[in-house]
């Protein structure tokens, strides 16, 4: 059993995306959860918020019942996204441009099939 959730065009930069993701990538539900609440990055709540949202998406589409432990991050990744384009004034009536980045977030969630019928 697997769900994903998918957050598009967050304000953040694919690269320091990455460097928060790759300390949760492969491991579980909770123990990700509790890794990103002590991390200082400002994106850590929108990664926590997507995890979440892949974990409630799991529970909408199966009715069975599974322990919070089972649940393990399949995949997470971070792409890029449209990149904002903006012209900063520089000498000699030059311009120099201004590249805002954007990010598309995505999390896939399953339960370890041992632990889920343990659970039941």
């Known amino acids: 059993m697997q769900a994903r959730a998918v957050r598009r065009h967050i ?9 928060v993701i790759n300390l949760v990538r492969e491991r579980s539900v909770p123990e990700a959860v509790a890794i990103l609440d002590y991390m200082p990055q400002k994106v850590t709540g929108v990664v ?6 892949a974990v409630y ?3 909408d589409q199966y009715d069975e019942r ?9 995949e997470i990744r971070a792409d890029e996204g449209p990149t904002f384009q903006r012209h ?5 009536g ?3 441009p201004i590249r ?4 598309h977030l995505k999390v896939v969630v399953t339960v370890e099939e041992d632990e889920a019928e343990e659970a039941v």
Do not use: V, Y
């Open 88 to 92: 900063q004034a520089r000498a000699r």
């Open 66 to 74: 599974f322990d919070e432990g089972a649940l393990q991050l399949k």
């Open 100 to 103: 805002k980045r954007t990010t």
């Open 57 to 59: 998406n799991l529970m």
């Open 94 to 96: 030059r311009a120099a």
């Open 11 to 19: 304000r953040s930069s694919p690269l320091k995306m990455r460097r």
């Open 48 to 53: 926590e918020k997507t995890i979440r949202s």
